[in-house]
């Protein structure tokens, strides 16, 4: 794609209200910024819109390098919460057996106790 494709970034801007034309032209640039980067420096001098162009495509590269790092921050997470549900369910499970081994010390605590109140009364 050449430059010729997008005529209102060759005009002067007057301060003037840009035209439906002019929008459509801005925002094929846009899209087709990676095409001109290199001669974006050379056409912010022509025309403003570029300058513009350059500091949107500038504002573009820095939104997304903070999309890429919120979605490894967001798979980082991830995988920390699955560690530690992980680590919940194994400590679970260590807190039933243990619950479950010290109500069967409890019952022979108490057979003992019985036990033992039997011997005294039969003394």
Avoid: Y
């Avoid at 094929?28 to 420096?41: A, E, G, V, Y």
């Amino acid at each position: 794609m050449q430059l010729k494709a997008f005529p209102s970034l060759l005009t002067k801007n007057n301060g003037t209200e840009m035209g439906h034309t002019n929008i459509c032209d801005f925002i094929r640039m846009i899209l087709h910024l990676k095409l001109f980067t290199p001669s974006l420096h050379l056409l912010s001098k022509v025309n403003p819109q570029v300058a513009v162009l350059k500091r949107l495509n500038g504002e573009w590269r820095e939104l997304m390098q903070t999309l890429r790092d919120l979605r490894e921050k967001i798979a980082k997470l991830e995988s920390e919460k699955t560690e530690l549900l992980a680590e919940v369910e194994e400590l679970r499970e260590k807190a039933e057996t243990k619950a479950a081994s010290l109500e069967e010390e409890v019952a022979q605590l108490r057979e003992e106790a019985k036990s033992l109140r039997e011997m005294i009364g039969v003394l």
